[in-house]
């Protein structure tokens, strides 16, 4: 029979023991969340399957050719957890653990750890080229007298508004359901079916859209910064934070693959710059 300190001893640790597992589930927890909680078998990609030029569930996108490069290169079989690229993308796909990477991401995202960036790209201006004018600017005078489109909260918004031209512009909802609303690709449709006169568009969706009409609309870069205003954005992918080997791993393979990258991004129109801000012609070999 247990003595007196005997049967307090055995109450307090009958109390303490699930404190105790819990404190040990907790360090488990801790200690899935701090490591690389990833496979070697097999590369998993967050995308939009409705998306293009970017991704789609048909894998026709520039992210899904370049996704399907990385894993080639890695030898592992590709698979993909689609989400709608909206508010909570990231939330609810890479982390919590859905996926090994995103494609595109800018990278100033603070949601992620950003890859080093495989692209640079630029807004563009999207319009028809009847008259053969070439308009290059958002300071030419001819665009008080034109119908403009332009997504709401971009940069380019920023600069329409500086000059006075918000009064003719139509104004593309940002943040939508892409499974039922393309608001930049709209815009370049308003252009081509004429309800709009020119629109500012991000360029890889310009560059992919607007040669896709009928018939083929202008796409004209703009400069890489306006009156101190950003218009041209390095791309990296993203993945969870404090995942550094994975990170090393992905900038060895975008800097070895840079080339075949590159290619794929000029096939699909984007308009690529290098990091001094001079435009990539089609065919160079010159990396991002």
Not at 73 to 88: A, D, E, F, N, T
Not at 90 to 99: A, M, P, S
Not at 131 to 137: D, G, M, W
């Amino acid at each position: 029979m247990l003595g007196a300190i005997g049967r307090r001893g055995l109450r307090a640790a009958l109390v303490f023991a699930p404190l105790l597992v819990l404190l040990a589930g907790g360090r488990g927890v801790a200690a899935a969340e701090d490591h690389e909680a990833r496979t070697g078998h097999y590369l998993t990609v967050c995308g939009d399957p409705n998306n293009l030029p970017f991704s789609n569930d048909k894998y026709q996108g520039f992210e899904n050719k370049i996704a399907r490069l990385i894993a080639d290169s890695l030898g592992r079989p590709l698979y993909y957890r689609w989400w709608p690229q909206s508010v909570g993308f990231v939330r609810n796909t890479l982390q919590v653990r859905l996926c090994d990477v995103i494609m595109g991401v800018a990278s100033e995202n603070e949601m992620v750890q950003n890859t080093n960036p495989y692209y640079r790209s630029v807004y563009t201006l999207v319009y028809r080229d009847a008259n053969e004018r070439q308009i290059s600017s958002l300071k030419d005078p001819v665009l008080k007298t034109l119908r403009l489109g332009v997504v709401a909260g971009t940069p380019p918004a920023t600069l329409l508004a500086r000059y006075g031209l918000m009064g003719n512009a139509r104004s593309y909802q940002r943040n939508v359901d892409t499974r039922l609303y393309a608001p930049a690709r709209q815009a370049v449709r308003d252009v081509a079916t004429g309800d709009l006169d020119l629109a500012v568009i991000w360029g890889p969706i310009a560059g992919y859209y607007a040669p896709r009409e009928q018939p083929p609309l202008k796409v004209t870069p703009l400069p890489a910064r306006i009156d101190g205003v950003q218009l041209a954005f390095n791309v990296s992918m993203g993945i969870r934070h404090r995942e550094n080997d994975w990170k090393h791993e992905l900038n060895a393979l975008l800097d070895r693959l840079a080339p075949q990258t590159q290619a794929i991004l000029l096939d699909y129109g984007v308009p690529l710059l290098d990091q001094n801000d001079h435009p990539i012609p089609r065919g160079a070999a010159k990396t991002p």
